[in-house]
């Protein structure tokens, strides 16, 4: 059975922890929801800290706590401000200076691979990416979830007959972007950061771009 990054979900005891509180206020007559800071008090409040699992790990980025903020009130980001801080981001993303294609069987392995950043797990210790949580990828895989889009045929439907074209530079520039740091292109994504918050390594994300783009790969068969 494939496993979340516990850095990406929260704990069923936090969860609950929440709804509790929220029902509490509710019961005691308050027409209001809790604040940002009441709800991450309440979380952090049902989380220990074991191991390489740390409080930190609570704490939302700039744009996190924006796009959280948009889903609690219902308000859309608006489109100028999205725009400007994706452009931001899209800018800043580290390009590899020796090629974006590793070995396509690496990344399926790192696909397939839901371990890493883990209480239980050591410091150092290579993650996973676990992507098949989240994706359809290789035809042969048939336990994946639909919270993400189907990633069949990613490289052959757009073309890419060979990765390092100057042909194909436009749709793997945008597909490390997306892998690297995917607000960059997507404001609001659930997806994680995966190169931006230190999860996996420029090389672990090279093969992950071979599973995706190879037209060796299974993928895009």
């Not at 516990?6 to 704990?11: K, L």
């Not at 691979?113 to 290579?126: C, E, I, K, Y």
Request: include cysteine.
């Amino acid at each position: 059975m494939k496993k979340q990054h516990i850095a990406g979900v929260f704990t069923a005891r936090a969860a609950i922890t929440l709804v509790a509180t929220t029902a509490t206020l509710l019961i005691a007559g308050c027409t209001t929801l809790p604040s940002a800071e009441e709800s991450l008090a309440a979380i952090k409040s049902s989380f220990s800290e074991r191991g390489i699992a740390k409080l930190d790990r609570l704490d939302q980025t700039e744009i996190q706590r924006l796009c959280s903020e948009a889903n609690m009130t219902g308000k859309d980001i608006d489109k100028k401000t999205a725009d400007k801080i994706q452009t931001a981001l899209y800018d800043k993303i580290p390009y590899p200076k020796d090629g974006f294609i590793g070995d396509w069987r690496e990344g399926e392995r790192i696909a397939q691979n839901g371990r890493g950043m883990q209480f239980t797990d050591a410091a150092g210790v290579p993650n996973g990416a676990n992507c098949y949580a989240c994706h359809q990828i290789s035809p042969q895989e048939i336990s994946y979830g639909n919270q993400g889009p189907s990633l069949l045929k990613y490289g052959a439907i757009r073309q890419v007959k060979d990765a390092n074209s100057k042909e194909a530079e436009p749709i793997v520039k945008y597909t490390w972007a997306r892998i690297w740091n995917t607000h960059s292109v997507n404001l609001c994504s659930n997806m994680p950061r995966f190169g931006d918050a230190g999860i996996l390594t420029e090389q672990q994300i090279k093969h992950v771009m071979a599973l995706l783009l190879s037209p060796d790969s299974p993928v895009n068969k």
